[in-house]
């Protein structure tokens, strides 16, 4: 399989780059209408629909709407657009500089498995991503201050601001005043874990000799529903410029290409067999 025909974006329509306004002021409001949420319930003692709220609010930041603000993809100007994804990531704990720094050099470098911090666990097995969720987004930001310093200050100023959080979340339910912060943290931290196997050692192929089979093409209800309409992650790689709620009409418009290529379709599970 060689991509040196890939179409190019022109072919494909350029209206998969663009979303509506309101799509998009609705996409930045979630993940702080959902950190309101949680607070609300869990002040109230609803811890269930509180930890669902978590839930919801770890998959719309990274490989949502911080993964869009990332790649520039929504049509904001350029300081707006860095100063959401910094507070939307400082929000969960994470440092979105770092999440910006990382995830292109994924893009310029992969499937290099020295250089790309960001998809090491494709390298691996499923038990060695497992292993690698918890302390992933510590990896990937001192691999960023290692490997970035014009951006050393930022980093900093960013791990200054969430260990000060997480050591006030802390002291509040050490010293009785509220254990919601604490919880609040905990429910971020834990949910972390499964990040590296489910953006790096599901989708990815390292072993592929080309980008068309370095990263897996997902298809079927099944594989929609579970994921949510986001395992498009070959798409992703082929037009990282596409916002993701553009992804399924990006792969619906690319199929007929990639069928008459040979590239193989993953229809359930996590590495089961691929149909062509």
């Known amino acids: 399989m060689s991509d040196s025909s890939l179409p190019a974006i022109d072919e494909l329509g350029r209206d998969v780059l663009h979303l509506p306004r309101w799509r998009v002021i609705f996409s930045l409001i979630a993940p702080f209408g959902l950190i309101c949420l949680y607070m609300q319930f869990a002040f109230s003692g609803w811890w269930m629909p509180a930890i669902l709220s978590v839930i919801a609010l770890s998959f719309v930041t990274y490989g949502s709407v911080s993964h869009d603000l990332v790649h520039r993809s929504l049509g904001l100007p350029r300081w707006l657009n860095d100063l959401l994804l910094s507070s939307i990531e400082l929000s969960l704990f994470r440092s979105g500089r770092s999440y910006r720094l990382v995830h292109l050099n994924h893009h310029a470098r992969y499937p290099d498995v020295e250089n790309d911090p960001e998809a090491f666990a494709a390298h691996g097995n499923f038990w060695s991503a497992l292993r690698s969720g918890p302390f992933f987004f510590v990896r990937l930001w001192w691999w960023a201050f290692q490997n970035n310093p014009t951006h050393r200050k930022r980093l900093l ?27 609040y943290f905990l429910l971020v931290y834990v949910g972390t874990w499964i990040v590296p196997l489910i953006t790096a050692y599901v989708p990815h192929n390292p072993k592929g000799v080309s980008r068309l089979s370095q990263t897996r093409r997902f298809r079927g209800w099944v594989v929609r529903l579970i994921a949510f309409d986001h395992l498009y992650h070959l798409e992703h790689h082929l037009y990282p410029a596409v916002p993701h709620q553009r992804w399924p009409e990006l792969a619906r418009r690319l199929d007929p290409y990639l069928d008459r290529v040979g590239v193989p379709s993953v229809r359930l599970g996590l590495r089961l067999k691929e149909c062509s």
């Open 157 to 183: 100023i960013e791990a200054t601001v969430i260990v000060n959080c997480i050591v006030g979340s802390i002291i509040s339910a050490l010293i009785g005043w509220t254990i919601v912060p604490a919880v």
